[in-house]
């Protein structure tokens, strides 16, 4: 993949330890041609070694290889870190070619840029984590939630909940008194608790230094040099400042009690490496009330100072600029005096970061915490929650498949295994024996140098070859604008191609598409460089599009992979990937007709209990019905008033089901959950006709009784009125590789209950 720069840099010819060609090209510099590009020659590993200053706000470098006979192909790329040495900061760009080993030593290039008094170099890892973590994983002194499910989660957590309500008492209140609602999502920001005193500080930092002029050579061809002038700073200091006392939300015990509780959390966490994802960087300027020890809010004004993107394993590295600040302004001046003229100041900026995904570049997937009082080099690590990705990027795996992921599930590893019909059964996404629907991502690596051209037919189970037809599905995949490498493009890389495809050596035309990995356009001076999901993604499979009109909309299909050569030739690399589709949704249903103390009344009805009827329990008849049988579970809720606690005794039971689908029966049980009982996904459940105890109507309904969870009745004693929500709600077994259970629910019923008998006012 392509990295990112910006600012100034020398890039370097290090050395090649390849048979292939080698070469690396650039674009979006102010002061190379638009595709400058430079072929590795011997001469240029030799003392002095090839060097070039790349100038510009935002360029990108990609490293190419070239097989004997074959075009030109990008290779997979990764940085190390930066390090500060000699008055340069410098970094290595290592690659790997389309060779057999995996080692990236193919080609290294070194990049390195002066040190000065106005370059910030920020670094790190960006990885994700899955709903194992409550926490996000990734901060040290501060206790961060990145989640509305994760705070609710946390807030069941005595010492946690106590350090929510001291920190944030109003916002988090209100977050938890209904935490399922809308608002509450739309509303819901990151939530940070100090665990160290350091990180409850909330004082600002700056340096002072001296600015001496000073220059670099650079060895622009061997035996000529280019000089390169900046002003390096000298006799650095750190000082602080506070602009009032920060008051002290938490008391040390409380500290020391998060501090345990972080720890365990980590037990069971799961990172996973972020690669080629956008970061976006924005100073931002704390407001009064965060500088004084207030809650972070986040609502302080914001700068946008670039962005980049991350490498294979989530690794990322941006570089900006902040302009000196004058020594006389105001919160500077007591730090100037005495310094001599010849000083300057600088302050540390507070950060926040943004992360973007290809889909949709003006809405971000991810917004960070605060990172305060960041040093001119400064290493951050950044974990998002998996629920904010809408894509997971995909890293090739050592087996030699082509198609190793669907969506987020990998082919092939402990926990996930794709059934012989197409069903699915993944343990990270919690899904059981599951259909795929909406829009699934096959990805994969297609390595092989010759590849240039693959088909994706498909025909349903059990028909012969001769039934494949092309898939319906286009593939638009984007590429860095050479202009401006801060912004991908779109390109539709379906095609038409005349194609060997029977392997007859008789070509037709047929559907087809270039393979991201092997072709860089088609004008050789001026190479496409992908971003590193269009190398990966092969297919985008719409599930609604597989089936006819008149037909059923599910079930089992085989998709077939072939791949050709630049001329249509016939590769001897195919694959075939069997996927359940499903795209009906289940009927669900509460009747209106509700019955309570002998009375049958509708939706929201009125009913008067006297104190001896309190206890009776309320029927009601339900309705889930998923007819290809893909039920994950149902469950009956009724809500009490305004706060909304449940008002029925709840009674759960995982029940196995028999080949046919039964269940058996479980007295006062609000719901059910599927249970797999036979090693094929055999098993269908389609819901409350899956019964067989039940009272069934005609119409499919199921008669249950709700009992009232207080031993009080449905009002308590010093009630006279109240009002209450029957639900149904419920999952079913549906992914497209990165969601859970698909949620469902029926629309809900509301009535009211009043004592017969009024307490005396």
Same mark, same amino acid.
């Given at each position: 993949?392509?990295? /990112?720069?910006?600012?100034?840099?020398?890039?370097?010819?290090?050395?090649?330890?390849?048979?292939?060609?080698?070469?690396?090209? !650039?674009?979006?510099?102010?002061?190379?041609?638009?595709? =400058?590009?430079?072929?590795?020659?011997?001469? %240029?590993? @030799?003392?002095?070694?090839? #060097?070039?200053?790349?100038?510009?706000?935002?360029?990108?470098?990609?490293?190419?290889?070239?097989?004997?006979?074959?075009?030109?192909?990008?290779? #997979?790329?990764?940085?190390?870190?930066?390090?500060?040495?000699?008055?340069?900061?410098?970094?290595?760009?290592?690659?790997?070619? $389309?060779?057999?080993?995996?080692?990236?030593?193919?080609?290294?290039?070194?990049?390195? @840029?002066?040190?000065?008094?106005?370059?910030?170099?920020?670094?790190?890892?960006?990885?994700?984590?899955?709903?194992?973590?409550?926490?996000?994983?990734?901060?040290?002194?501060?206790?961060?939630?990145?989640? +509305?499910?994760? +705070?609710?989660?946390?807030?069941?957590?005595?010492?946690?909940?106590? $350090?929510?309500?001291?920190?944030?008492? #109003?916002?988090?209140?209100?977050?938890?008194?209904?935490?399922?609602?809308?608002?509450?999502?739309?509303?819901?920001?990151?939530?940070? &608790?100090?665990?160290?005193?350091?990180?409850?500080?909330?004082?600002?930092?700056?340096?002072?230094?001296?600015?001496?002029?000073?220059?670099?050579?650079? /060895?622009?061809?061997?035996?000529?040099?280019?000089?390169?002038?900046?002003?390096?700073?000298?006799?650095?200091?750190?000082?602080?400042?506070? @602009?009032?006392?920060?008051?002290?939300?938490?008391?040390?015990?409380?500290?020391?009690?998060?501090?345990?509780?972080?720890?365990? +959390?980590?037990?069971?966490?799961?990172?996973?490496?972020?690669?080629?994802?956008?970061?976006?960087?924005?100073?931002? %300027?704390?407001?009064?009330?965060?500088?004084?020890?207030?809650? =972070?809010?986040?609502?302080?004004?914001?700068?946008?100072?670039?962005?980049?993107?991350?490498?294979?394993?989530?690794?990322?590295?941006?570089?900006?600029?902040?302009?000196?600040?004058?020594?006389?302004?105001?919160?500077?001046?007591?730090?100037?005096?005495?310094?001599?003229?010849?000083?300057?100041?600088?302050?540390?900026?507070?950060?926040?970061?943004?992360?973007?995904?290809?889909?949709?570049?003006?809405?971000?997937?991810?917004?960070?915490?605060?990172?305060?009082?960041?040093?001119?080099?400064?290493?951050? /690590?950044?974990?998002?929650?998996?629920?904010?990705? #809408?894509? &997971?990027?995909?890293?090739?795996? %050592?087996?030699?498949?082509?198609?190793?992921?669907?969506?987020?599930?990998?082919?092939?590893?402990?926990?996930?295994?794709?059934?012989?019909?197409?069903?699915?059964?993944?343990?990270?996404?919690?899904?059981?024996?599951?259909?795929?629907?909406?829009?699934?991502?096959?990805?994969?690596?297609?390595?092989? $140098?010759?590849?240039?051209?693959?088909?994706?037919?498909?025909?349903?189970?059990?028909?012969?070859?001769?039934?494949?037809?092309?898939?319906?599905?286009?593939?638009?995949?984007?590429?860095?604008?050479?202009?401006?490498?801060?912004?991908?493009?779109?390109?539709?890389?379906?095609?038409?191609?005349?194609?060997?495809?029977?392997?007859?050596?008789?070509?037709?035309?047929?559907?087809?598409?270039?393979?991201?990995?092997?072709?860089?356009?088609?004008?050789?001076?001026?190479? !496409?460089?992908?971003?590193?999901?269009?190398?990966?993604?092969?297919?985008?499979?719409?599930?609604?599009?597989?089936?006819?009109?008149?037909?059923?909309?599910?079930?089992?299909?085989?998709?077939?992979?072939?791949?050709?050569?630049?001329?249509?030739?016939?590769?001897?690399?195919?694959?075939?990937?069997?996927?359940?589709?499903?795209?009906?949704?289940?009927?669900?249903? &509460?009747?209106?007709?509700?019955?309570?103390?002998?009375?049958?009344?509708?939706?929201?009805?009125?009913?008067?209990?006297?104190?001896?009827?309190?206890?009776?329990?309320?029927?009601?008849?339900?309705?889930?019905?998923?007819?290809?049988?893909?039920?994950?579970?149902?469950?009956?809720?009724?809500?009490?008033?305004?706060?909304?606690?449940?008002?029925?005794?709840?009674?759960?039971?995982?029940?196995?089901?028999?080949?046919?689908?039964?269940?058996?029966?479980?007295?006062?049980?609000?719901?059910?959950?599927?249970?797999?009982?036979?090693?094929?996904?055999?098993?269908?459940?389609?819901?409350?006709?899956?019964?067989?105890?039940?009272?069934?109507?005609?119409?499919?309904?199921?008669?249950?009784?709700?009992?009232?969870?207080?031993?009080?009745?449905?009002?308590?004693?010093?009630?006279?009125?109240?009002?209450?929500?029957?639900?149904?709600?419920?999952? @079913?077994?549906?992914?497209?590789?990165?969601?859970?259970?698909?949620?469902?629910? $029926?629309?809900?019923?509301?009535?009211?209950?009043?004592?017969?008998?009024?307490?005396?006012?």
């Amino acid at each position: 993949m392509a990295l /990112n720069m910006q600012g100034t840099w020398v890039v370097q010819a290090t050395s090649k330890s390849a048979s292939y060609a080698q070469r690396f090209v !650039i674009q979006g510099s102010s002061n190379l041609t638009e595709n =400058f590009t430079h072929e590795i020659k011997p001469s %240029d590993l @030799t003392l002095p070694r090839y #060097e070039v200053t790349v100038h510009g706000d935002n360029w990108v470098i990609d490293i190419q290889n070239k097989p004997k006979g074959k075009n030109w192909r990008s290779s #997979e790329m990764q940085v190390t870190p930066p390090v500060k040495s000699g008055g340069v900061y410098q970094f290595t760009i290592e690659s790997n070619d $389309a060779g057999s080993d995996a080692d990236f030593n193919d080609l290294i290039l070194t990049c390195y @840029t002066p040190v000065t008094g106005t370059d910030f170099i920020v670094h790190g890892k960006a990885r994700y984590y899955d709903w194992r973590c409550i926490a996000n994983p990734c901060f040290e002194s501060v206790l961060g939630i990145d989640t +509305l499910a994760g +705070l609710k989660e946390g807030s069941k957590v005595s010492a946690l909940r106590d $350090a929510l309500l001291a920190v944030y008492p #109003e916002k988090v209140s209100r977050l938890l008194r209904n935490p399922g609602s809308a608002e509450a999502t739309r509303r819901f920001k990151p939530v940070i &608790i100090p665990l160290t005193e350091t990180a409850q500080d909330t004082r600002r930092e700056a340096v002072t230094m001296r600015l001496e002029p000073s220059t670099i050579e650079v /060895n622009t061809e061997p035996r000529k040099k280019e000089k390169l002038s900046f002003d390096a700073p000298r006799d650095i200091k750190v000082v602080s400042y506070a @602009t009032a006392a920060a008051s002290e939300k938490l008391s040390r015990s409380n500290r020391v009690d998060l501090s345990r509780y972080r720890d365990r +959390l980590e037990w069971n966490c799961h990172i996973h490496p972020l690669p080629s994802v956008e970061i976006r960087f924005f100073e931002y %300027d704390r407001t009064t009330a965060e500088l004084t020890g207030g809650a =972070f809010t986040l609502e302080g004004n914001r700068e946008f100072l670039g962005s980049t993107f991350t490498d294979r394993n989530g690794y990322f590295i941006f570089r900006y600029q902040r302009s000196l600040l004058d020594a006389a302004q105001e919160v500077y001046a007591d730090l100037s005096t005495g310094l001599g003229e010849d000083y300057v100041v600088q302050s540390k900026p507070d950060l926040i970061l943004q992360l973007f995904g290809d889909e949709d570049p003006s809405t971000p997937l991810y917004e960070t915490g605060l990172y305060r009082n960041v040093d001119f080099l400064h290493y951050i /690590n950044i974990c998002i929650p998996d629920s904010a990705l #809408e894509t &997971i990027p995909f890293v090739c795996g %050592d087996n030699d498949n082509m198609i190793q992921a669907l969506g987020r599930v990998e082919l092939g590893v402990p926990g996930n295994d794709l059934h012989a019909d197409g069903k699915i059964t993944c343990s990270i996404l919690g899904q059981l024996c599951a259909a795929w629907r909406g829009v699934v991502e096959m990805k994969g690596c297609m390595r092989n $140098a010759d590849i240039y051209y693959y088909t994706i037919r498909y025909k349903k189970a059990g028909e012969t070859d001769a039934k494949l037809k092309v898939i319906p599905d286009n593939l638009t995949q984007y590429r860095y604008v050479a202009a401006d490498s801060s912004v991908s493009a779109p390109v539709d890389v379906t095609t038409e191609a005349n194609l060997d495809i029977k392997n007859d050596s008789t070509k037709v035309k047929m559907k087809a598409f270039f393979n991201c990995e092997n072709y860089l356009g088609d004008d050789p001076a001026n190479p !496409i460089i992908w971003r590193e999901s269009a190398r990966r993604i092969k297919a985008k499979l719409s599930t609604g599009r597989y089936f006819e009109a008149d037909a059923p909309s599910s079930g089992s299909l085989e998709f077939v992979v072939n791949t050709f050569d630049k001329d249509g030739n016939h590769l001897p690399y195919e694959e075939r990937v069997p996927l359940y589709f499903d795209n009906l949704y289940p009927d669900a249903d &509460i009747l209106d007709d509700v019955q309570a103390a002998g009375q049958t009344l509708g939706h929201c009805a009125l009913f008067k209990l006297s104190d001896r009827q309190m206890n009776e329990p309320i029927v009601i008849k339900i309705l889930v019905d998923h007819e290809t049988g893909f039920i994950h579970n149902y469950r009956v809720s009724m809500l009490k008033g305004a706060v909304g606690g449940n008002a029925i005794v709840v009674r759960e039971a995982d029940v196995g089901l028999s080949a046919v689908g039964k269940m058996s029966s479980s007295p006062n049980n609000t719901g059910r959950n599927f249970v797999e009982t036979t090693p094929n996904c055999l098993t269908g459940f389609r819901g409350t006709l899956n019964e067989p105890d039940a009272e069934i109507d005609t119409a499919g309904y199921y008669t249950i009784e709700l009992e009232p969870a207080s031993s009080n009745g449905w009002l308590e004693p010093d009630e006279d009125f109240c009002a209450f929500s029957i639900e149904l709600h419920g999952h @079913t077994r549906h992914t497209n590789g990165y969601n859970d259970p698909r949620h469902f629910e $029926a629309r809900e019923v509301n009535i009211g209950i009043q004592r017969f008998n009024p307490i005396a006012p």
